[in-house]
């Protein structure tokens, strides 16, 4: 008898399996599952087994039993599913099309990286509008009309005071503004300038930086750059800082970092230098402190800015600028 049951089961869950219509599957329910059914007939007949061996054969048919419910209840599902399909015009025997995944532009992802490099340092994220007051881009920080400095930047005007921004400068003001110190932020954002060519895109993305608080050293500077240098490439790129000029940071430098191609050794990338620049910097101007109501004698700083695309450039060894934006899947999908 133990065997019976166990032979139905197989034979009724074979005949699920064919069934493709619902009145398949109803007289399926009546046979087995129905008043006069297989499995109800087998329950019945258990009383007439031994005494010793009812309760485990009453257990398994109604396991069974269970176990067709269920499986009917599946198949009817499917055959619902199905005619669904078929009634508004879908034919589910044809092989599915396959769903493309997406992933993030190398752009994003190598801005997320610096961003976590810089939050793990306990920076704070800030942002601020693209199309800008040339007051922001400019004249708050230091670069007045008619300065020479503004020839450093291609600007496009959306009219005379308003500027798409040429860097992310302007959140530093914008938010120290708004915050008084201490201030330690990094703001991320897309940049605009007149300017087509290998090396350089009218939009790109840069990455600014600002520490303020009561005596911030060039060495802090260092400090910071160094391990952010350390952890974007590697703890073997050393830090080169040179002199340089910006209207809104005394002094300035430009960093390079050891090339990553060569290590130094002087190749095309590095223009056989063995240094790649990679971002501005200095000690924040005290013309931009009291454009913004700091005390300059108890407060400085350091700001530093870098170009987002340079620096995926560099990790993911691309050499033309402009594959970023030319939204060729087979270029992006390798990242
Ligand atoms: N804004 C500069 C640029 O776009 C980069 C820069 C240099 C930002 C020095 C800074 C800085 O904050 O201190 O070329």
């Not at 002087?266 to 402190?289: D, I, N, Y």
């Not at 108890?298 to 934006?325: H, N, P, Q, T, W």
Request: charged share 20%; net charge negative; aromatic share 10%.
């Amino acid at each position: 008898m133990e065997q019976q049951i166990e032979q139905i089961l197989q034979q009724a869950l074979n005949e699920l399996q064919s069934a493709s219509q619902a009145a398949q599957l109803q007289a399926f329910s009546v046979q087995y599952l129905g008043r006069k059914g297989f499995v109800t007939q087998y329950l019945r007949n258990i009383s007439q087994l031994p005494a010793e061996q009812r309760p485990l054969a009453g257990k398994r048919a109604n396991e069974i039993k269970n176990i067709l419910e269920e499986a009917l209840q599946k198949a009817l599902q499917e055959i619902e599913t199905r005619q669904a399909a078929e009634d508004v015009g879908i034919d589910v025997s044809l092989p599915g099309r396959a769903a493309f995944h997406g992933s993030m532009h190398p752009i994003t992802q190598i801005t997320r990286q610096i961003c976590e490099i810089f939050s793990s340092m306990g920076f704070a994220v800030a942002e601020g509008p693209e199309v800008e007051l040339d007051h922001y881009n400019f004249e708050s920080l230091n670069i007045p009309k008619n300065h020479p400095a503004r020839d450093m930047q291609d600007t496009f005007y959306v009219s005379e005071a308003i500027v798409l921004r040429t860097h992310t400068s302007p959140i530093q003001v914008r938010y120290m503004e708004k915050h008084t110190p201490p201030v330690k932020i990094i703001a991320p954002g897309k940049v605009y300038r007149c300017d087509s060519d290998i090396t350089h895109t009218p939009m790109f993305h840069q990455v600014e930086g600002l520490v303020v608080g009561e005596a911030i050293s060039f060495g802090d500077l260092k400090g910071i750059l160094t391990v952010f240098v350390h952890q974007m490439f590697d703890d073997q790129t050393s830090l080169r800082f040179r002199p340089s000029f910006f209207p809104f940071t005394e002094p300035s430098a430009e960093v390079d970092i050891l090339c990553v191609m060569c290590r130094g050794k002087g190749c095309r990338v590095c223009k056989q230098t063995g240094w790649l620049e990679v971002l501005g910097s200095g000690m924040v101007h005290p013309a931009v402190f009291e454009n913004v109501g700091y005390d300059t004698s108890r407060y400085s700083g350091f700001a530093f800015g870098m170009g987002v695309e340079r620096i995926a450039m560099l990790k993911f060894g691309i050499d033309d600028i402009r594959k970023y934006y030319e939204n060729d899947i087979r270029f992006l999908k390798q990242f």
